[in-house]
């Protein structure tokens, strides 16, 4: 079975990043996300970018990743829709982002987007998340709620069975 890592920053430990800090503060503890794929690659949006797909590690502690569960068919439509989004040239949406935080509703533009609005329908579009979540007012720290009783529990490896060993005697 495959899997979809949705990976949140938490800028605390940042040392710059005034803006992320105030989105956190917004809605803490969050104030960025990103899906990634089984094949590496990683989908969001920055402030004052388009939408990009590329490889990517998350090797910064600021990162937290949740592991979302899915099937061959739910991993196909969430990578498609992400490389539809990005082949469309979406950009990056202040006002989207400044309403969802001010739970004020800006008009939907459908060229601008924000990353927790980006990750909320990409998850949508593979049926991992219900259809009727408003992904226009999801802060990545909702999203984050929102996903986090779906991740996937790691489980600790099966013990060792012990097998006991006995010696056949034949007395015949």
Known sequence: ??????W??????DSEGLVNKL??????PF???????AYEC?????????????????????YTCLRLPCNNVQH??????????????????????????????ASTNTTHTFCSKLVTEILQQA??????????STSPSALHRLLA?????????PRPVAVQRTMALDFR
């Open 42 to 62: 990683a989908c969001s949006i920055y402030m004052g970018s388009a939408v990009v797909l590329r490889k990517r590690t998350f090797d910064s502690p600021n």
């Open 76 to 105: 196909t439509l969430a990578a498609g829709h992400a490389e539809h989004v990005h082949s469309r040239g979406l950009v990056f949406s202040s006002l989207q982002m400044t309403s969802c935080l001010l739970w004020t509703r």
């Open 23 to 28: 989105v956190a503060r917004l809605d803490p």
């Open 149 to 157: 009783p779906l991740q996937e529990v790691a489980r600790p490896p």
């Open 31 to 37: 104030c960025h996300v990103e899906v990634q794929f």
């Open 127 to 136: 049926g991992l998340l219900e259809a009727d979540i408003d992904a226009q």
């Open 8 to 13: 949140f920053y938490d800028p605390t430990a």
């Open 1 to 6: 079975m495959k899997a979809l890592r949705v």
